[in-house]
């Protein structure tokens, strides 16, 4: 149980566009999600924390405007890299948690490079 | 969070047990200790979590000395497929996770 899955699993896309990363909870409800950014040979950053139905919580640092989280449902958060540039390449890695316990499980992680 | 302290690298033979160590010497009697680890290019995946009596499940134990103020991660016989990076984290549940640098596990044949 608590599998969280994210699509696309990689994207390569060109400068000045956007992209919408998609993580889902596939057999539970994720009362929070959580986004988090890793480049090459670092450790995982967290981004954001949201919460469904409200506005998302940005760390120090995260533009919240090239940055959109969505987390319409109880099963599906969208994160969008707007505007991207090569610099945003990167792993994005989703979380969730249950609320049933504080364990964060993870999605797979998806690769983005901007050409 | 409180901060930990990982060493950078270990190696261990395989089928022999990998002692992971972790100092968090300013822990808080509410926090509990974590321990993910993260296969390369994969999302991290949960291991263990105490507060302060050691714990054991179906991939590791986790020893915690009487003062909290470091722990142990053991893997008992590790195997190829453990090859990884360790992190331990020191949280109250209610808190975001907090990354550190881990520990790059090599296991050898």
């Known amino acids: 149980g608590a599998v969280v899955s994210q699509h696309p699993s990689r994207v390569i896309c060109k400068s000045g566009t956007s992209v919408k990363i998609e993580c889902r909870s596939l057999d539970f409800q994720a009362t929070t999600m959580f986004w988090y950014r890793q480049f090459p040979k670092q450790s995982l950053m967290l981004m954001a924390t949201?919460?469904?139905?409200?506005?998302?919580?940005?760390e120090q640092g995260v533009e919240k405007d090239k940055f959109l989280i969505n987390h319409a449902s109880l099963t599906l958060s969208t994160l969008t890299v707007t505007s991207a540039h090569p610099e945003d390449s990167s792993f994005y890695i989703c979380?969730?948690?249950?609320?049933?316990?504080?364990?964060?499980?993870f999605g797979p992680g998806t690769r983005l490079t901007v050409t | 969070d409180a901060k930990t302290t990982q060493p950078p690298s270990m190696d261990c033979a395989e089928g022999r047990a990998a002692n992971l160590p972790c100092n968090h010497s300013t822990i808080s009697g509410n926090e509990y200790v974590y321990w993910y680890r993260q296969i390369h290019s994969q999302g991290p995946q949960y291991i263990i979590h105490g507060l302060k009596n050691n714990e054991t499940n179906e991939m590791a134990s986790l020893i915690i000395t009487e003062d909290r103020k470091s722990s142990t991660l053991i893997l008992p016989h590790a195997t190829l497929r453990d090859t990884a990076v360790y992190y331990c984290i020191v949280r109250v549940n209610t808190d975001k996770l907090i990354f550190g640098t881990g520990t790059r596990l090599q296991v050898f044949p």
């Open positions: 979380s969730a948690t249950t609320g049933l316990s504080y364990e964060q499980y």
């Open positions: 949201s919460n469904e139905g409200s506005k998302a919580t940005y």
